[in-house]
């Protein structure tokens, strides 16, 4: 089983990058982040049109994730248990193929540190602590992916003197996402991926992709069974380069 994570930075903009790819790649499973589109028009039918079933949590103008399934999709739900009503759409789980119990996350950004945002970051990772450690039994294969915006260490940063204590590098967020794998969970790219230098992520506004200034900041966390059945994962560079990209490059997780 192939599972994609893609921050697509507005799927609708990004559909003419977008649907090429999958058609050439074929992967089982996707997981998009930062959909910015409502449930509603959600556009389902190009992706129907390539065999996959659809299931979305989405919000105008902001956030929206999705996942897209070729082996079957079930037990859906979104959002976490103690959501209010109107809260921001960054959760989606499902059980696919029958046995990986997926969960596609698009994580608080932060905006910088000392933000009211930064704040909000460390409660919602929280309460995707909770989440994780009530609702998913490490004996089976849990898989949580997606755009974590938080890197592991220097090795995920292109200049880590200047990114360090800041936002998606400092030390709180960090223990946050170390505490999550307390649960249970280990870097899957670190399983076959050891060397620096890696990014899924270069800023647009600083032109990172151009200086190859990035951050690996889009994850595939998963349990034990989960990281034996994981063969590689691998960064799909050529789907970052090119007209109006996503600031985002797809993540691809080989699971035999």
């Known amino acids: 089983m192939d599972i994609v ?9 990004r559909l ?3 649907l090429p790819w999958l058609e050439s790649e074929q992967p089982d499973v996707v997981c998009f ?3 910015k589109v409502v449930d509603e028009l959600f556009p389902r039918e190009p ?3 390539l065999g996959y079933q659809v299931v979305t949590h989405g919000q105008k103008t902001y956030n929206g994730v999705a996942i897209l399934s070729k082996v079957g999709i079930e037990d859906v739900f979104t959002g976490f ?3 209010e009503p109107g ?3 960054r959760v989606l789980g499902a059980i696919v193929g029958g046995e990986v119990m997926l969960l596609n996350l698009y994580v608080v950004n932060g905006r910088e540190v000392g933000d009211p945002k930064y704040a909000y970051k460390l409660k919602w990772l929280e309460q995707l602590h909770d989440l994780v450690d009530e609702r998913y039994d490490m004996s089976e294969k849990v898989v949580l992916t997606g755009d974590f915006n938080i890197t592991f260490d220097d090795r995920d940063v292109h200049d880590p003197e200047a990114w360090r204590d ?6 709180p967020e960090r223990d946050a996402l170390a505490r999550i794998m307390g649960c249970g969970l280990s870097d899957a790219f670190r399983k076959h991926n050891q060397e620096p230098g890696q990014y899924t992520w270069w800023d647009f506004r600083s032109r990172g992709w151009q200086r190859k200034a990035g951050m690996r900041i889009d994850h ?7 990281l034996d059945a994981c063969r590689s994962v691998e960064v799909k560079l050529e789907a970052r380069d090119g007209p109006k990209p996503s600031d985002h490059a797809p993540v691809v997780a080989h699971l035999g």
């Open 16 to 18: 003419p990058r977008v």
């Open 47 to 49: 992706f129907e049109d």
């Open 166 to 171: 800041k936002v998606l590098c400092s030390e």
């Open 87 to 89: 809260a921001e759409a």
């Open 5 to 13: 994570t893609w921050n697509v930075n507005s799927l609708r903009a």
């Open 33 to 35: 982040q930062e959909t």
């Open 220 to 226: 595939f966390l998963m349990s034990p069974p989960a």
């Open 81 to 83: 248990p103690d959501d």
